[in-house]
């Protein structure tokens, strides 16, 4: 499932890249990386690191969702 989570974000990073959202910037195009380092964790049996491998995707999709959310109530 993680990935497949990997190959849906592909398109996702890269919008938010060409976006030229300035809050996370290149930052963008690693996300897909973070995935698949959190399936690599996954398959080698580690126990905390897929859950910290998986915070940058997190945050970036709840700063994302307060620009948006900020935008409605201007």
Do not use: E, N
């Not at 959202?21 to 690599?40: E, I």
């Not at 080698?44 to 935008?71: E, H, N």
Request: aromatic residues 18%; positive net charge; glycine residues 6%.
């Amino acid at each position: 499932m993680l990935a497949l989570g990997g190959m849906l974000c592909i398109p996702y990073s890269f919008y938010l890249y060409l976006s030229g959202t300035t809050a996370v910037g290149f930052f963008a195009l690693l996300l897909p990386l973070f995935q698949f380092g959190a399936v690599w964790a996954v398959h080698a049996k580690l126990k905390y690191l897929p859950w910290i491998l998986m915070l940058p995707l997190v945050s970036v999709s709840v700063i994302l969702a307060y620009v948006v959310i900020a935008q409605a109530f201007r």
